[in-house]
């Protein structure tokens, strides 16, 4: 039926229409759609830190030096008269010269030990030029490598040449009336390295290099004169940089704005009551305005990395280019223009002087009535003023847009008790709004005030600092050293233990502990005295699963690489308690259970035979996650499998040398790629097969070339399917897995075990001569273990399998290349060797203080790469303590037969010469998946923004609300088509050859879209405009075929999952249009399925409502699986056929071929139970169908043709229908009671629920009567009266209704 396209793509809708839309597909779940499924498992990109000074610095000497000449004039300035005569708010002629000139240096240097009180002063008072340079050597040496201060006021000497030269006074006896010049770069001569020269003149010049690090402020431009207005003082450049609020102040009585402060006069000003350093007074408040205004304006204007140096790096030169923006605003009043190196951007003109008038004009508006009548004083509303500012900000705040500039006074106001929770409520939300806004705050400089606020005992602080925390922790993890230094750490480890903390509150401190331990040994030791451990366990069962998750996570950092820790854990039985998380409904929390055992075995230090038990079971433990089904859990295992590896790396080397033995000796048959008799799905052979379409993620599948048939002596390991969590031992572990593709890399040629070799690995039956080689110990724990990395290495999920080849390599390099004394020793002499243990440390620790053991043969050292051949060249040079995996070949022939399996032997310090050139590592001991990298960016990006997909306005809302609407009109439209009855269905509508035979079709319930599935690859068509959309490998081994395809999420964002007969399952998105298909994820849904080219393979049934995955094929069982949990929820044992969730399993049973259908009730998400066994069909069950109305009744076809229906409560068929024989294929459309048989001879019949054929279809359509091959598949769709056949010809053909009804 050719739908109406206007409507479908029309954005316009009914009200009806959209209550029905919510009615249905607004309520339903969405499967594999976390972000576990959309994101790559890594973490965030680390960002530069440009906050953090990496060369802080302190001005410790300062340099006074006044060349006054009090009472004489400078021959080359003519001042007025009046004149501005007061110098450091002296009038110099009010007392007798020298003393004049005494009395301003010790006022100058009070005024600058206002703002550095405990740097060195040295005054220089009209001083000659060996004494200015005695004086800058004699401070530049004490001052080492730190800054210098040279103040000069030469305002009783003429102005600067123009060559850049400042006048001092020659050395004349009793007298200094004269002048001689000294260059300033010869004053920077005296003072190298790092200094600053406030009040100098600057030459208009460039610095020569030996003043890149000198900073200095002028009070004005070569060409200009300072202002000489009598109501100023004669050093305003000087008056600014050192006592700005009385300037300020007083500058501000003498603007016109002022008369509109009555009362205020410039005697009264300086009365004002207060010191500066108290907040609570007048002079206190304004100078704490004054400073964060200034910052404010700095950080807005100022570039960052200018900022930092000037305004962050030295207190004393932070408080200088404050005062100095206030200069810059006085000075250009009268014409003068301070200058600066480096230079600044203007400033005088900034939005924020405006609320420096505004607070000024508030507070001397007080003034009189303070003063005179002693009124209390009333603080200033401009910090609730800039938080509501900054609030608003919040609510618009986004990232392309500019800074708020009120963000520095937030850091201000943090000083403050009556502001201090709200702006810590606001600096939180601007931090929520991700990283970018973290690295603002940080280069602004919340560190210090965060850090100091630690200390506070309030508890209505603590949500908001541990929030704080937790977005700073998430983004710069370098803040773990400031946190246990000041002893920060403590205030998290309270947070933790208060049980009266929300548990997401609990969370964010457990993940800032987390980081704080992370690879840091002192935040180890600090938070193990903490009783970290402890309070971690006690949080294991809490409900909330981010919170479990961090806290496995946690205790994985603390005692990773740390023996202290991983023995008070042990004393806890921590471990034990972990083993409850294995088995947890969320996957993250499973994956964190498996790294805190990882690292718990992962542990470098010398075992024990306590510690090795220990480590047995934690790893028999881990292993039972074999078949979980997400793979991020996976990944997980096989890293924490890894670190087994490790530890016990001599004891797995003589188990890989025994499989590799095996492995050479065993034969393998040939597969069966040609097609036999019944075969549906035979191997392609046509000559003209489209090139596959590339598939991200997933670039390195390939075919397996081997055949992949179990051995007989391996079938009796296999897992408890009938549930429960049996016991684990050498016999539940399956070994029938589905064999991966994807085991090789570009370079897989360099593999020591290739994908073919592991395959028969895999069958080979190592039992019984491991047992008599080794002892039941070692075969019970390693040889299992080793199973397991095998079983991982042939995953169905490329990155597991990645993984477990890398381990599985580094083990079978090193047992290839060392000596391999086990093999020449008489098995008798080894039953009685002594317990299991490590026969080295790891190489990822260094012990603080001691010296690193010597590299031995047994030492352990895996990498990432895969070895490359031996004509490769050693580097050079390499650390000091770096054991290789090969390193150089033992002399088995030193070791005596008699010696005990695990004896070290002779150590042998490896030389750097001795190496063979052909070594190369495979795996690190700190081989890790991401995930606890991956699982900080929840902190770092924002929790309290509303989800893009609940926005009402968002641009994903509107699209899952424009497909909902698309589904409502095609679910009427086509109930419309079925409820007036079909009596056709053989207008072909679409045709064209597919690049495989198909095996499997899949009609899109909504859109136009058709999946055709051939024994390995996908392809899309558009069965509307006769287009193919995509095809693409499904990556499943060439021994293994589709054999069934289910559409997830087809109401919405749509999943495809595809599943072989090897019982792996795998999910794809981005199939069909113009991205390229990825993997969302993939995993095994039946562990014990034997691929083969007859029967039905592995058969999935999948409910959207409740999202349960049901999973069977040519086996006893059933899986139910949970996809929002990933795991198994029950199997359900020895049935032959379920409907209902199944739609149809064969089996053959004794001989005789029956049908079981199971009518299942279910009583919670994971119980069900069977009330109903049907057996009347006499041959292989080919479809079978529950009516999905109330009196719906059960349909069931065999492939001799009959057809049977049954009701649900009574266990006989109440009819049988006859249709043809030599059925391959059938269905039955769900929604207009029509069923269709595809035939081996070559036809389809179409029936009605009666049993009628409507229409009988034997030739394509437009081919010159050409007749369509053998039905390989054939499926209805989901709603429209439509049809779609495959053939063995490799056709694809879809039918449909007659013209008239569509």
Same mark, same amino acid.
């Given at each position: 039926?050719?739908?109406?396209?206007?409507?479908?793509?029309?954005?316009?809708?009914?009200?009806?229409?959209?209550?029905?839309?919510?009615?249905?597909?607004?309520?339903?779940?969405?499967?594999?759609?976390?972000?576990?499924?959309?994101?790559?498992?890594?973490?965030?990109?680390?960002?530069?830190?440009?906050?953090?000074?990496?060369?802080?610095?302190?001005? @410790?000497?300062?340099?006074?030096?006044?060349?006054?000449?009090?009472?004489?004039?400078?021959?080359?300035?003519?001042?007025?008269?009046?004149?501005?005569?007061?110098?450091?708010?002296?009038?110099? $002629?009010?007392?007798?010269?020298?003393?004049?000139?005494?009395?301003?240096?010790?006022?100058?240097?009070?005024?600058?030990?206002?703002?550095?009180? *405990?740097?060195?002063?040295?005054?220089?008072?009209?001083?000659?030029?060996?004494?200015?340079?005695?004086?800058?050597?004699?401070? +530049?040496?004490?001052?080492?490598?730190?800054?210098?201060?040279?103040?000069?006021?030469?305002?009783?000497?003429?102005?600067?040449?123009?060559?850049?030269?400042?006048?001092?006074?020659?050395?004349?006896?009793?007298?200094?009336?004269?002048?001689?010049?000294?260059?300033?770069?010869?004053?920077?001569?005296?003072?190298?390295?790092?200094?600053?020269?406030?009040?100098?003149?600057?030459?208009?010049?460039?610095?020569?290099?030996?003043?890149?690090?000198?900073?200095?402020?002028?009070?004005?431009?070569?060409?200009?004169?300072?202002?000489?207005?009598?109501?100023?003082?004669?050093?305003?450049?000087?008056?600014?940089?050192?006592?700005?609020?009385?300037?300020?102040?007083?500058?501000?009585?003498?603007?016109?704005?002022?008369?509109?402060?009555?009362?205020?006069?410039?005697?009264?000003?300086?009365?004002?009551?207060? +010191?500066?350093?108290?907040?609570?007074?007048?002079?206190?408040?304004?100078?704490?305005?004054?400073?964060?205004?200034?910052?404010?304006?700095?950080?807005?204007?100022?570039?960052?990395?200018?900022?930092?140096?000037?305004?962050?790096?030295?207190?004393?030169?932070?408080?200088?280019?404050?005062?100095?923006?206030?200069?810059?605003?006085?000075?250009?009043?009268?014409?003068?223009?301070?200058?600066?190196?480096?230079?600044?951007?203007?400033?005088?003109?900034?939005?924020?002087?405006?609320?420096?008038?505004?607070?000024?004009?508030?507070?001397?508006?007080?003034?009189?009535?303070?003063?005179?009548?002693?009124?209390?004083?009333?603080? /200033?509303?401009?910090?609730?003023?800039?938080?509501?500012?900054?609030?608003?900000?919040?609510?618009?705040?986004?990232?392309?847009?500019?800074?708020?500039?009120?963000?520095?006074?937030?850091?201000?106001?943090?000083?403050?008790?009556?502001?201090?929770?709200?702006?810590?409520?606001?600096?939180?939300?601007?931090?929520?709004?991700?990283?970018?806004?973290?690295?603002?705050?940080?280069?602004?400089?919340?560190?210090?005030?965060?850090?100091? $606020?630690?200390?506070?005992?309030? *508890?209505?602080?603590?949500?908001?600092?541990?929030?704080?925390?937790?977005?700073?922790?998430?983004?710069?993890?370098?803040?773990?050293? %400031?946190?246990?230094?000041?002893?920060?750490?403590?205030?998290?480890? /309270?947070?933790?233990?208060?049980?009266?903390?929300?548990?997401?509150?609990?969370?964010?401190?457990?993940?800032?502990?987390?980081?704080?331990?992370?690879?840091?040994?002192?935040?180890?030791?600090?938070?193990?005295?903490?009783?970290?451990?402890?309070?971690?366990?006690?949080?294991?069962?809490?409900?909330?699963?981010?919170?479990?998750?961090?806290?496995?996570?946690?205790?994985?950092?603390?005692?990773?690489?740390?023996?202290?820790?991983?023995?008070?854990?042990?004393?806890?039985?921590?471990?034990?308690?972990?083993?409850?998380?294995?088995?947890?409904?969320?996957?993250?929390?499973?994956?964190?259970?498996?790294? =805190?055992?990882?690292?718990?075995?992962?542990?470098?230090?010398?075992?024990?035979?306590?510690?090795?038990?220990?480590?047995?079971?934690?790893?028999?433990?881990?292993?039972?996650?074999?078949?979980?089904?997400?793979?991020?859990?996976?990944?997980?295992?096989?890293?924490?499998?890894?670190?087994?590896?490790?530890?016990?790396?001599?004891?797995?080397?003589?188990?890989?040398?025994?499989?590799?033995?095996?492995?050479?000796?065993?034969?393998?048959?040939?597969?069966?790629?040609?097609?036999?008799?019944?075969?549906?799905?035979?191997?392609?052979?046509?000559?003209?097969?489209?090139?596959?379409?590339?598939?991200?993620?997933?670039?390195?599948?390939?075919?397996?070339?081997?055949?992949?048939?179990?051995?007989?002596?391996?079938?009796?390991?296999?897992?408890?399917?009938?549930?429960?969590?049996?016991?684990?031992?050498?016999?539940?572990?399956?070994?029938?897995?589905?064999?991966?593709?994807?085991?090789?890399?570009?370079?897989?040629?360099?593999?020591?075990?290739?994908?073919?070799?592991?395959?028969?690995?895999?069958?080979?039956?190592?039992?019984?001569?491991?047992?008599?080689?080794?002892?039941?110990?070692?075969?019970?724990?390693?040889?299992?273990?080793?199973?397991?990395?095998?079983?991982?290495?042939?995953?169905?999920?490329?990155?597991?399998?990645?993984?477990?080849?890398?381990?599985?390599?580094?083990?079978?390099?090193?047992?290839?290349?060392?000596?391999?004394?086990?093999?020449?020793?008489?098995?008798?002499?080894?039953?009685?060797?002594?317990?299991?243990?490590?026969?080295?440390?790891?190489?990822?620790?260094?012990?603080?203080?001691?010296?690193?053991?010597?590299?031995?043969?047994?030492?352990?050292?895996?990498?990432?790469? @895969?070895?490359?051949?031996?004509?490769?060249?050693?580097?050079?040079?390499?650390?000091?303590?770096?054991?290789?995996?090969?390193?150089?070949?033992?002399?088995?022939?030193?070791?005596?037969?008699?010696?005990?399996?695990? %004896?070290?032997?002779?150590?042998?310090?490896?030389?750097?010469?001795?190496?063979?050139?052909?070594?190369?590592?495979?795996? /690190?001991?700190?081989?890790?998946?991401?995930?606890?990298?991956? /699982?900080?960016?929840?902190?770092?990006?924002?929790?309290?923004?509303?989800?893009?997909?609940?926005?009402?306005?968002?641009?994903?809302?509107?699209?899952?609300?424009?497909?909902?609407? *698309?589904?409502? *009109?095609?679910?009427?439209?086509?109930?419309?088509?079925?409820?007036?009855?079909?009596?056709?269905?053989?207008?072909?509508?679409?045709?064209?050859?597919?690049?495989?035979?198909?095996?499997?079709?899949?009609?899109?319930?909504?859109?136009?879209?058709? =999946?055709?599935?051939?024994?390995?690859?996908?392809?899309?068509?558009?069965?509307?405009?006769?287009?193919?959309?995509?095809?693409?490998?499904?990556?499943?081994?060439?021994?293994?075929?589709?054999?069934?395809?289910?559409?997830?999420?087809?109401?919405?964002?749509?999943?495809?999952?595809?599943?072989?007969?090897?019982?792996?399952?795998?999910?794809?998105?981005?199939?069909?249009?113009?991205?390229?298909?990825?993997?969302?994820?993939?995993?095994?849904?039946?562990?014990?399925?034997?691929?083969?080219?007859?029967?039905?393979?592995?058969?999935?049934?999948?409910?959207?409502?409740?999202?349960?995955?049901?999973?069977?094929?040519?086996?006893?069982?059933?899986?139910?699986?949970?996809?929002?949990?990933?795991?198994?929820?029950?199997?359900?044992?020895?049935?032959?056929?379920?409907?209902?969730?199944?739609?149809?399993?064969?089996?053959?049973?004794?001989?005789?071929?029956?049908?079981?259908?199971?009518?299942?009730?279910?009583?919670?998400?994971?119980?069900?139970?069977?009330?109903?066994?049907?057996?009347?069909?006499?041959?292989?069950?080919?479809?079978?169908?529950?009516?999905?109305?109330?009196?719906?009744?059960?349909?069931?076809?065999?492939?001799?043709?009959?057809?049977?229906?049954?009701?649900?409560?009574?266990?006989?068929?109440?009819?049988?229908?006859?249709?043809?024989?030599?059925?391959?294929?059938?269905?039955?459309?769900?929604?207009?009671?029509?069923?269709?048989?595809?035939?081996?001879?070559?036809?389809?019949?179409?029936?009605?629920?009666?049993?009628?054929?409507?229409?009988?279809?034997?030739?394509?359509?437009?081919?010159?009567?050409?007749?369509?091959?053998?039905?390989?598949?054939? =499926?209805?769709?989901?709603?429209?009266?439509?049809?779609?056949?495959?053939?063995?010809?490799?056709?694809?053909?879809?039918?449909?209704?007659?013209?008239?009804?569509?």
């Amino acid at each position: 039926m050719k739908m109406d396209s206007d409507l479908l793509h029309s954005p316009a809708v009914g009200l009806a229409e959209e209550e029905e839309a919510d009615m249905n597909d607004w309520k339903l779940p969405l499967a594999f759609m976390k972000k576990r499924h959309s994101e790559k498992i890594e973490g965030s990109k680390a960002l530069a830190q440009s906050w953090r000074m990496k060369d802080r610095m302190k001005t @410790v000497s300062v340099a006074l030096v006044l060349c006054l000449n009090v009472g004489v004039d400078p021959p080359d300035v003519v001042k007025t008269s009046p004149c501005a005569r007061l110098e450091c708010w002296i009038d110099p $002629l009010s007392m007798s010269p020298q003393k004049a000139l005494e009395t301003i240096g010790a006022n100058l240097q009070k005024q600058y030990e206002n703002w550095q009180p *405990r740097a060195r002063y040295k005054q220089s008072l009209d001083p000659t030029v060996d004494e200015v340079k005695k004086l800058c050597t004699s401070l +530049r040496r004490n001052a080492k490598e730190e800054r210098v201060l040279f103040h000069y006021n030469g305002h009783g000497v003429p102005r600067p040449t123009v060559n850049g030269e400042i006048w001092v006074f020659n050395k004349v006896p009793h007298t200094r009336t004269r002048n001689t010049f000294l260059h300033i770069h010869t004053l920077n001569t005296y003072i190298p390295v790092a200094a600053i020269n406030p009040s100098h003149p600057l030459a208009q010049m460039p610095l020569p290099p030996s003043m890149k690090n000198c900073i200095q402020l002028a009070a004005c431009e070569a060409s200009e004169l300072l202002p000489m207005n009598p109501d100023l003082p004669a050093d305003l450049f000087t008056s600014c940089l050192t006592t700005p609020i009385k300037i300020a102040l007083r500058w501000f009585c003498m603007q016109k704005s002022a008369k509109l402060v009555p009362g205020v006069t410039l005697d009264l000003i300086e009365k004002i009551p207060g +010191r500066l350093n108290d907040r609570r007074t007048p002079l206190g408040e304004l100078n704490w305005i004054f400073t964060a205004i200034t910052d404010t304006i700095a950080w807005n204007v100022l570039p960052r990395d200018l900022f930092q140096k000037l305004f962050r790096q030295d207190l004393l030169v932070a408080s200088l280019f404050r005062n100095f923006l206030l200069a810059e605003r006085i000075m250009r009043s009268y014409n003068c223009t301070p200058v600066s190196s480096p230079r600044l951007p203007p400033t005088y003109m900034h939005a924020m002087w405006q609320a420096w008038d505004l607070a000024v004009d508030i507070c001397l508006s007080q003034l009189p009535t303070i003063i005179e009548e002693g009124t209390t004083f009333r603080p /200033s509303p401009f910090f609730g003023e800039q938080l509501t500012a900054f609030e608003v900000w919040l609510t618009m705040g986004v990232e392309n847009r500019n800074p708020p500039e009120q963000l520095p006074i937030v850091l201000q106001v943090l000083l403050s008790q009556v502001h201090r929770l709200r702006a810590l409520d606001l600096l939180g939300l601007f931090l929520d709004l991700g990283p970018w806004a973290v690295s603002l705050a940080l280069s602004v400089g919340i560190f210090p005030y965060v850090l100091k $606020l630690l200390q506070s005992s309030a *508890r209505e602080l603590r949500p908001l600092l541990v929030f704080i925390w937790a977005k700073i922790l998430a983004v710069d993890s370098s803040c773990q050293a %400031d946190l246990v230094k000041d002893n920060g750490h403590k205030y998290f480890l /309270s947070v933790l233990a208060d049980s009266y903390m929300p548990a997401e509150h609990r969370t964010m401190a457990v993940f800032i502990l987390a980081v704080i331990v992370n690879s840091y040994n002192t935040g180890q030791e600090a938070c193990l005295q903490g009783n970290l451990i402890a309070n971690c366990l006690e949080q294991l069962s809490d409900p909330h699963p981010l919170l479990r998750q961090w806290v496995a996570i946690c205790l994985g950092r603390i005692w990773q690489n740390f023996d202290p820790a991983r023995w008070c854990g042990v004393r806890d039985s921590a471990h034990e308690k972990l083993y409850t998380l294995l088995s947890d409904p969320i996957p993250e929390v499973r994956c964190a259970a498996v790294f =805190a055992l990882g690292t718990f075995v992962g542990n470098s230090a010398e075992r024990t035979d306590h510690s090795t038990t220990i480590d047995h079971n934690v790893a028999m433990m881990l292993a039972q996650l074999i078949n979980d089904g997400s793979p991020v859990v996976r990944k997980e295992l096989v890293v924490a499998l890894s670190h087994l590896v490790v530890q016990y790396e001599s004891n797995f080397c003589t188990v890989a040398l025994q499989f590799i033995e095996e492995e050479k000796n065993y034969t393998v048959p040939s597969p069966a790629n040609t097609a036999e008799p019944g075969n549906l799905t035979p191997v392609r052979d046509s000559p003209a097969i489209p090139r596959l379409r590339s598939v991200n993620s997933y670039t390195n599948i390939r075919a397996a070339t081997t055949a992949r048939n179990l051995n007989k002596s391996l079938q009796n390991l296999n897992l408890n399917e009938e549930g429960g969590p049996a016991a684990f031992s050498p016999g539940n572990l399956s070994t029938s897995s589905s064999a991966s593709s994807t085991l090789g890399s570009p370079d897989n040629d360099e593999y020591i075990l290739s994908f073919e070799t592991i395959d028969k690995m895999r069958r080979v039956s190592s039992y019984s001569s491991l047992n008599s080689l080794i002892g039941v110990s070692f075969n019970s724990v390693y040889t299992q273990i080793w199973r397991v990395l095998l079983h991982l290495a042939a995953d169905p999920f490329p990155e597991v399998s990645d993984l477990a080849m890398k381990v599985l390599n580094s083990i079978a390099y090193k047992a290839t290349m060392n000596a391999r004394p086990q093999r020449i020793l008489d098995s008798g002499s080894l039953t009685q060797s002594a317990p299991a243990s490590p026969t080295s440390k790891g190489t990822h620790i260094h012990q603080a203080g001691g010296s690193p053991p010597m590299p031995s043969t047994s030492s352990s050292s895996l990498t990432n790469e @895969v070895p490359k051949p031996p004509a490769r060249e050693q580097p050079a040079t390499r650390p000091p303590y770096t054991p290789t995996l090969g390193g150089q070949a033992p002399h088995s022939h030193q070791f005596p037969r008699t010696r005990k399996m695990f %004896d070290k032997g002779p150590e042998q310090a490896a030389e750097d010469g001795d190496e063979p050139g052909g070594h190369r590592n495979y795996i /690190s001991p700190a081989l890790q998946t991401g995930l606890c990298d991956w /699982s900080a960016k929840y902190f770092a990006q924002p929790v309290t923004k509303i989800p893009e997909e609940h926005d009402l306005e968002s641009q994903v809302r509107m699209e899952r609300q424009w497909r909902f609407l *698309r589904n409502t *009109r095609v679910r009427r439209q086509s109930r419309g088509i079925t409820q007036r009855g079909v009596s056709r269905l053989d207008d072909q509508i679409f045709i064209n050859r597919n690049p495989g035979v198909p095996s499997v079709v899949k009609f899109h319930p909504f859109n136009t879209c058709i =999946a055709v599935a051939d024994k390995d690859s996908i392809c899309f068509w558009d069965w509307e405009k006769g287009e193919r959309l995509d095809y693409f490998y499904n990556g499943n081994p060439r021994y293994t075929r589709i054999t069934s395809m289910e559409y997830l999420n087809g109401h919405d964002c749509s999943l495809l999952l595809t599943a072989t007969d090897d019982g792996a399952l795998r999910i794809w998105k981005n199939f069909a249009d113009q991205k390229n298909p990825e993997m969302v994820t993939a995993w095994q849904g039946l562990s014990d399925m034997l691929p083969t080219t007859r029967g039905a393979g592995m058969v999935v049934d999948w409910e959207q409502e409740t999202g349960l995955l049901m999973t069977s094929g040519d086996v006893r069982v059933i899986r139910i699986w949970d996809t929002d949990r990933e795991m198994k929820v029950q199997v359900l044992s020895d049935p032959v056929c379920m409907t209902n969730f199944l739609k149809k399993v064969t089996m053959n049973r004794a001989g005789t071929w029956a049908l079981s259908i199971l009518v299942l009730m279910m009583f919670t998400v994971s119980q069900l139970c069977r009330v109903m066994t049907y057996r009347e069909h006499g041959a292989w069950v080919v479809k079978a169908h529950l009516q999905k109305e109330t009196d719906g009744h059960i349909i069931s076809v065999s492939v001799n043709g009959d057809v049977r229906f049954f009701e649900p409560r009574s266990p006989d068929s109440i009819n049988v229908l006859q249709t043809v024989k030599g059925l391959t294929a059938l269905d039955i459309h769900p929604q207009a009671n029509l069923f269709a048989c595809g035939s081996m001879n070559q036809f389809i019949a179409v029936y009605n629920a009666n049993g009628d054929v409507i229409s009988n279809i034997k030739y394509y359509d437009g081919f010159m009567g050409q007749r369509i091959g053998a039905i390989s598949c054939l =499926a209805f769709h989901p709603y429209w009266p439509h049809l779609a056949v495959g053939s063995n010809d490799y056709y694809m053909s879809i039918y449909s209704a007659e013209k008239r009804l569509r």
